[in-house]
């Protein structure tokens, strides 16, 4: 099985920055897409950006764009969400999931495989 683990929450001022890692086992094929979603409270679950381990090819919401930064590191299998110039509406919940997809998309009743989730909090 897929085993998907989130790291990197926490507490930051608005204008702050944070590095989530999600770090990937259990793949058995290479053909997956590797998506972050929040969710704040009282809101549905929201895509953020995803990147392809197919073709490396990101996206992101307009929300975000700009401001956050989806990357991998395949030696560590760790996909990252770097998170600058955060804004207190980013507060949420933060998951990482994957899909057996060859494109990156953010629809996420797609996704079959969840992380446990990371808070993230912005402060004003």
């Known amino acids: 099985e897929v085993q998907l683990v989130e790291s990197g929450g926490g507490l930051v001022q608005a204008g702050g920055s944070l590095r989530l890692s999600c770090v990937a086992s259990?793949?058995?094929?290479?053909?997956?897409?590797i998506g972050w979603f929040r969710q704040a409270p009282g809101k549905e679950r929201e895509g953020v950006s995803c990147?392809?381990?197919?073709?490396?090819?990101?996206y992101y919401v307009d929300s975000v764009k700009g401001r956050l930064t989806i990357s991998s590191d395949n030696a560590k299998n760790t996909v990252y969400l770097q998170m600058n110039s955060l804004k207190p509406e980013d507060t949420a919940v933060y998951y990482c999931?994957?899909?057996?997809?060859?494109?990156?998309?953010?629809?996420?009743?797609?996704?079959?495989?969840w992380g446990q989730g990371t808070q993230v909090t912005v402060s004003s």
């Open positions: 990147i392809s381990n197919v073709d490396g090819k990101t």
């Open positions: 999931a994957a899909d057996y997809s060859v494109d990156c998309h953010l629809l996420t009743m797609l996704y079959d495989y």
């Open positions: 259990g793949f058995t094929s290479d053909d997956y897409a």
